[in-house]
């Protein structure tokens, strides 16, 4: 089973000097390494090519994020699996061997997520993907080991092979034919969330999507958007939005909508009293750009199936805030 490890770059020539040794030294032997470079300015490509001889380059004409970078780069890919990984995640020994197994024991597995650890606190998940990912009735998504900002400390609580609803784009690996199939990741998002519509779309297709707790990952996280850049506020709420207008499903669909919104006006207050009010701009300008994409992606919804396990009974807002419930093993 051919397996193509890809790094999207964008002027991450220290990122990748820091966290590409361990892929080479934890992967050759099971796996190409390349690098997608996203239309850097900085000396990444003569970086990589001095000093990381055995890697293959992919330059992409222009930045186009996230989803469009991908798209782009894997067209001049051929692997049977590809495992897409952000510059800023270092992998451990071992890392490939049990997330391979699963794939060639579970045909129907289209996607899986190793354990996601925070780099720079070894002990605890990490919040772009931690324990494997889920999505609440409001279409807030949460993972097992975070809830909102909350981060368990790793006690083996999930050294297990699980089903998740989606997997964390900081290290995802994907079956190539399913990823060509659905054409790939919608362009519109650029970043954030991309991976969260894309694993919807795989389940409603009948595939499944796995979190192996085998595989471990170390996570820096926001080493291109920082948590306090009103532009990652911005993408995270108006391509949320659009994840649930586009998936779902329809008996749900309107209520879902009015309630998101509302809980994201009480956001905005909240940054309010935070003292934060660029960030309630972004949500603002989120919702406009929400409207601006509104017959856009009710266009797309029409051409989907919706078929997957929605959970209509959750609330992460209602559990977390008013319930006080921190941990995964606690909601319900």
């Known amino acids: 089973m051919k397996t193509a490890i890809v790094i999207l770059n964008w002027n991450g020539r220290k990122l990748l000097e820091e966290f ?61 699996i590809y495992c897409l990984i952000n510059s800023d995640v270092e992998v451990t020994k071992n890392w490939l061997s049990p997330v391979i197994a699963l794939f060639k024991s579970e045909e129907n597995t289209a996607i899986i997520q190793p354990k996601l650890l925070d780099y720079k606190n070894k002990s ?12 609440d009735f409001f279409g807030y998504p949460y993972c097992r080991g975070r809830v909102f900002n909350h981060l368990e400390t790793d ?6 092979v699980a089903t998740i609803f989606w997997a964390s784009g900081a290290c995802l690996f994907i079956r190539s034919k399913v990823f060509h199939q659905l054409q790939g990741f919608d362009e519109d998002y650029f970043a954030h969330q ?28 926001g080493a291109t958007l920082q948590e306090s850049n009103p532009h990652k506020t911005y993408l995270n709420f108006r391509n949320s939005l659009l994840t649930v207008l586009k998936n779902v499903p329809t008996r749900y669909l309107f209520q879902t909508i009015f309630s998101r919104l509302i809980l994201d006006g009480i956001a905005g207050l909240k940054f309010m009293l935070e003292l934060r ?16 994409n509104l017959f856009k992606f009710i266009k797309k919804r029409r051409e989907l199936q919706r078929k997957s396990n929605y959970n209509k009974h959750t609330s992460l807002v209602w559990q977390h805030f008013a319930l006080g419930r921190k941990t995964f093993e606690e909601l319900k």
């Open 277 to 292: 009010p660029i960030h309630t701009w972004s949500i603002l300008k989120a919702h406009l750009s929400f409207y601006r």
């Open 20 to 80: 590409l040794p361990s892929i080479i030294n934890f992967s050759t032997n099971n796996a190409e390494v390349y690098v997608a470079d996203n239309s850097s300015s900085d000396d990444s490509i003569e970086f990589i090519k001095q000093n990381f001889p055995t890697v293959n380059i992919v330059i992409n004409k222009e930045n186009g994020g996230y989803a469009k970078g991908y798209n782009d780069a894997l067209q001049h890919i051929k692997a049977d």
């Open 194 to 221: 991309e991976e969260i519509d894309l694993c919807w779309r795989v389940q409603n297709e009948g595939y499944t999507i796995k979190y192996v707790g085998a595989s471990e990952v170390y996570h820096v996280g």
């Open 124 to 135: 605890k998940f990490e919040y772009a993907g931690a324990g494997g990912g889920f999505i």
């Open 155 to 160: 006690k083996g609580q999930f050294n297990d």
